[in-house]
């Protein structure tokens, strides 16, 4: 497999059956424990130098020592043990990678990866796929993980300005571009038309997107690049009037340098702050969506005794409720309903979409014609599915027949891909808060002799739709003897919604010990 430059939006599917078939396996779940395996070759064509890296193995994927990787490559680094944390700085940039999360900071931006660094033996090993889609996605470097050859090759793209960084300064901005060649002054003309500044280089070459990526600061609120055949034009959207400005060359012509002034001096600082706020404000999860399945004329699955779904996920979803507002009195809880009633399934998702809730939960019962069926799973949403969760995604979507005849168009064959297409962006998110709170429903509800049958993925229609990481879990069987009746009981119903509660408390925690 040659992964380079891969685009993870695009490929999600096919990546998230790869991992999903190592996921799946309780014993790999739920083993942590990595293994040796080979040494991988280190190719670095900058310096033309080759070397020979340890690797481990685990789930599945393929971790190298970064501290060796690092001292091969005389790149930077450094590792606090006690946060086991690892930043490594290759040419301007600067990424850090955090033991057991999947969020990796470069520069100032948030990125998220299915795969994990690990601890072990007292350093940071760090998944070879992610490292070269990190720098090779988002920088000017080139990084290719090749798997089947087991090379590891690092290279620069043919660009000649490689890097932006930006400061916010009391009174402008200062706007710092890195090139891999001296440019002379006459080579570097600049304007400002319509509340863009241009920077136009000739014989500059660039990689439009990973420049475009820079994160914004002061008075810059975007960047737009645009080639032509010998000039690279460089726009910068400014948020207010720039009442002069400077440009000089430094570093034999290999650093351009440009100072932006502005007449309102305090304002900048107050901007630069908010920046910061809003950039963190997207992945702090203030609000919480707590839908309790079926409801009112759909009972849901009925189950032994003729126990119906929607009366157990009821009591479930309130206490989950209730422990989040109790134990993060700062977080927001949403119910889709509180009462028996009957909620549209295409109406839960727009009402968590208009509370602005960063996370949708929903709670479901399983049934089957075979009484033996028990266990828990979770699911994030999927265009594909798994063919055992196909009779799940049956049952669950057939609410819909409750539903109004003219609600049911919204249920399209094509709408649910389009549908399902919006929903990508949060799929690497939602599958993390499955596997979180599979994991501690797993570990925390073997006292009652409930079993984990993992995380998978399907397409239910009552996670369509929401702009926000969502799971919907079933709790159990209701078809069960043993399960109906756990399920039923108010001192289990407790623990079931404690161990979610965990799950998304870890979920929680992740995001913001990387932040
Ligand atoms: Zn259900």
Not at 65 to 93: L, M
Not at 444 to 459: A, T
Not at 483 to 505: C, F, H, N, P, T
Request: glycine share 6%.
């Amino acid at each position: 497999m040659k992964i380079l430059r891969r685009d993870f939006i695009k490929t999600t599917t096919a990546l998230a059956g790869y991992l999903l078939a190592n996921w799946l396996t309780p014993f790999k779940l739920f083993g942590a424990s990595s293994q040796d395996s080979p040494k991988l070759k280190i190719i670095n064509r900058i310096n033309n130098s080759e070397a020979m890296i340890r690797t481990r193995l685990n789930r599945g994927i393929i971790l190298l020592d970064f501290t060796e990787f690092a001292a091969q490559n005389n790149y930077g680094i450094f590792t606090n043990s006690q946060k086991r944390k690892t930043v490594i700085y290759i040419g301007q940039d600067r990424a850090t990678f955090t033991a057991e999360n999947g969020f990796v900071i470069l520069n100032e931006q948030l990125l998220h990866f299915l795969q994990e660094p690990l601890w072990e033996n007292g350093e940071l090993w760090v998944p070879a796929l992610v490292l070269a889609d990190v720098f090779s996605k988002y920088t000017s470097h080139q990084m290719e993980f090749d798997q089947s050859g087991f090379t590891f090759s690092i290279g620069q793209k043919d660009v000649s300005l490689t890097n932006i960084v930006m400061s916010a300064m009391e009174n402008g901005t200062l706007i710092h571009v890195f090139a891999d060649k001296e440019y002379r002054e006459t080579e570097i003309t600049h304007k400002i038309s319509n509340d863009w500044f241009y920077l136009e280089i000739l014989g500059g070459k660039v990689d439009p997107k990973s420049l475009e990526a820079t994160p914004c600061k002061g008075i810059i609120s975007d960047i737009k690049v645009t080639s032509f055949p010998t000039i690279i034009s460089i726009g910068f959207k400014l948020k207010k009037p720039v009442i002069s400005r400077d440009i000089h060359l430094e570093n034999n012509g290999r650093e351009i340098l440009i100072n932006l002034r502005i007449s309102d001096t305090l304002a900048v600082e107050d901007e630069t702050k908010k920046d910061l706020e809003e950039q963190k404000k997207k992945w702090l999860i203030e609000t919480i969506v707590v839908d309790a399945g079926h409801g009112g004329k759909d009972p849901g699955a009925v189950g032994y005794d003729g126990v119906k779904e929607k009366d157990i996920v009821l009591p479930l979803a309130l206490k989950l409720g209730e422990l989040i507002k109790e134990r993060m009195p700062a977080i927001k809880v949403v119910y889709t309903r509180s009462t028996d009633v009957f909620i549209p399934l295409w109406q839960r998702t727009k009402m968590a979409n208009e509370a602005n809730g960063k996370l949708f939960v929903s709670l479901h019962c399983n049934s089957n014609p075979n009484k033996n069926a028990r266990g828990f799973e979770t699911y994030f949403l999927s265009a594909d599915k798994d063919e055992k969760a196909k009779d799940v995604v049956l049952k669950e979507n057939e609410a819909i027949q409750f539903e109004e005849s003219s609600d049911k168009e919204k249920y399209s064959g094509v709408n649910f891909v389009l549908a399902t297409m919006a929903q990508n962006a949060f799929m690497r998110q939602s599958k993390y808060l499955a596997s979180s709170v599979q994991d501690a429903m797993h570990q925390r509800l073997q006292v009652l002799d409930l079993h984990s049958r993992g995380v998978k993925q399907g397409p239910f229609w009552v996670m369509v739709g929401a702009t926000m990481p969502n799971i919907l879990i079933e709790l159990g069987f209701v078809s069960n003897k043993y399960e109906s009746k756990i399920l039923r009981q108010k001192a289990s119903q407790v623990k079931i919604a404690d161990a979610i509660y965990s799950g998304i408390e870890k979920y929680k925690k992740d995001i913001e010990s990387a932040i």
